[in-house]
């Protein structure tokens, strides 16, 4: 910009007139893409660059692009991580020198002036993360410049103008999470289901659910719900499962040793873990109805998710597919879960297992109701209540020890 307040007299020829800039201009380009199935990266990109190159000096070309195909949503250390298979995958004719991440990390060393994008949500759609980006690069020396912002004027109008179109965006960002978390919410109610179908169902189409013709994207996804799995122990085994837990007071590492004991009863794909046993037991999903929103994916560690708290779980309002147990049963096992996991002492049952196992006995769940469960003790069967009374506990011990 001109300086109003000239000297009076030409000074142009003393050595400190204009502070000079040894560094050579250096721009490089930076965009985004959301996705590579909503959105097409070939033209997209392509695009911002024609916008993006506007801001050019005369004869200027970028000394190299840096662009992703990732959401605006995430944070900086988690964009670009996708592999260099993908990005080739797209028939993208803009080179690609890396994404967001790399030109932090690198524009130091590549002498970067200047960042050009086509508009600030080419950066982040987060405001805290787009300002972190512009300090940190301008901390390097390089100045972030949006296309879409106008030239000359004052500096508090840039800036506002910037503000304004990062705030946007960020409001931009929260809107689209409110409407797209209003139709996964209505997506449970309605019983349809999210995700993998839990051990002992299968996901099938749901022929009565409305039918969306092809829209922008393409066809749309099917609606789903869940039926029992073909094979009838599955849903007696995640019963059995449940009950061990929610009766017994068993831990992970025993209800496991029950079921890889006896595998034509309780057959699995692969084999029973600590991980799958107590991943069914806590499913809410076992008691008929639909939930969704038990885990939050995004929590800044890729490959990890975050358990919800339960009061912000989205329940179906009524049962929509055959249940593995009751909602009472369900609710019981979680607070048996909760006492094991701080120590609390184990069940009646826990302790006559424990006794046979001394003995070389093991006991196996014949039948059950919800008041009497038949088990079989080595060679004897026995009829318990439940709850056990601990009279009967000792008894059925001391009967263990006498027929051995």
Known sequence: MTNPFAPPIDLSHLPNFRQADTRPRRAVFLGRVSTKDRQLPASSIPRQVVLAAERLDPGEEFVAHFW???SGMLPTHLRGLGPQEMYDGLGVPTPRDGGLQDLVDRAEQMGVTH???????????AMLTSLTVEHELERLGAEVIYANEPTGGTESGRLRTRRYGQAEAEIYRATMIEMSMGGQFQHAINGWNHGYPPYPYVAVVDEDAPVRG??????????KKLVPHPDERRFDAARELCRLRREEHLKGPDIVAILKAEPDRYPIDGEWTYN???GLVANPKLTGYQVYNRRANRTGRAGFSRRNP????VWSPKVVHKPVVSLEEWTRAQEVTAGLRVGAEGGPLLRIR?????????????????????YR????????PFPVPDTLVQQVIEDLGSSE
């Open 68 to 70: 992703d195909v990732e």
């Open 115 to 125: 960042v050009l994008a086509e508009r600030s949500d080419r950066v982040a759609r």
């Open 214 to 223: 092809q829209g922008r994207f393409g066809e749309m996804r099917p609606k």
């Open 276 to 278: 799958r046993v107590e």
């Open 310 to 313: 339960i009061s912000q779980w």
């Open 354 to 374: 424990a006794a046979a196992s001394r003995l070389g006995f093991t006991v196996s769940a014949v039948s059950s109701s919800s008041t009497h469960a038949l």
């Open 377 to 384: 003790i080595g060679n004897r069967q026995i009829v318990l």
